[in-house]
């Protein structure tokens, strides 16, 4: 069975501060794909990145960046310079390779800037 | 770019009464999916269906029915709400015939049972 943890229910940090949210994952299947979302205030999920299990090389775009390592089976998610519109509940989520099966979600970390 | 559109986006219900969720996309997707979200608990799947005509249960079926009626359009009916059926609604879709293809969602519908 799958399974995303998110141990950080909730995170606050003053605008501009670096800030790392967490992602650990289990998984028996060999190849799968990893997914961060953003859901803000308003409530929508945005999708922020896809990443498969084969590459491991850390992704950068624009303040986020995200360090994914099969050794530990990670998947952080860091904000640089964080803005108050990063304010938002950020997911994890893990899916199988091929198929229809959907994704399995953790539980969230609610990320608060205060400006 | 309509996407994933889900009605309504409000709803108040009485504990025994009825209802359907409905969700349509445009995106020419195969696969759909019905999803729930309570607070701290994430985002668990009720049903799925991977193409037209077929569906399947997730982690959190009970209480729940769904219908594929064509390729774009999955609803989810709840037949007797429950207040532990408060939560928010989400619908998505994907094309599962390319590896790894993201999951896209509708913007969530609020459902209160009383």
């Known amino acids: 069975a799958q399974k995303v943890t998110q141990a950080q229910t909730e995170i606050s940090v003053v605008e501009k501060e670096d800030v790392t949210l967490d992602c650990v994952y289990e998984t028996r299947d060999t190849t799968y794909y990893l997914f961060w979302y953003k859901q803000p205030p308003s409530g929508e999920l945005v999708f922020l990145i896809r990443r498969n299990s084969f590459d491991e090389q850390n992704e950068i775009s624009g303040r986020y960046s995200w360090n994914f390592q099969k050794s530990t089976s990670s998947f952080n998610f860091t904000i640089t310079a964080s803005q108050v519109v990063d304010s938002a509940v950020y997911f994890c989520a893990l899916s199988e390779w091929g198929g229809a099966d959907g994704l399995t979600f953790g539980k969230g970390t609610h990320l608060i800037i205060q400006p | 770019n309509a996407g994933v559109t889900q009605t309504p986006k409000f709803q108040v219900l009485k504990t025994g009464q009825s209802m359907t969720l409905q969700c349509a996309q445009d995106?020419?997707?195969?696969?759909m999916y019905w999803y729930r979200q309570d607070p701290g608990m994430g985002l668990r799947l009720i049903y799925y269906s991977a193409s037209e005509g077929t569906t399947d249960k997730g982690e959190v079926p009970n209480g729940y029915n769904v219908s594929r009626l064509n390729k774009r359009e999955f609803s989810l009916r709840l037949e007797s709400a429950a207040p532990s059926q408060t939560s928010v609604y989400f619908c998505?879709?994907?094309?599962?015939?390319?590896?790894?293809?993201?999951?896209?969602f509708g913007e969530g519908s609020w459902l209160t049972v009383v």
């Open positions: 995106m020419n997707h195969n696969s």
């Open positions: 998505a879709s994907k094309d599962s015939r390319l590896s790894g293809n993201t999951i896209y």
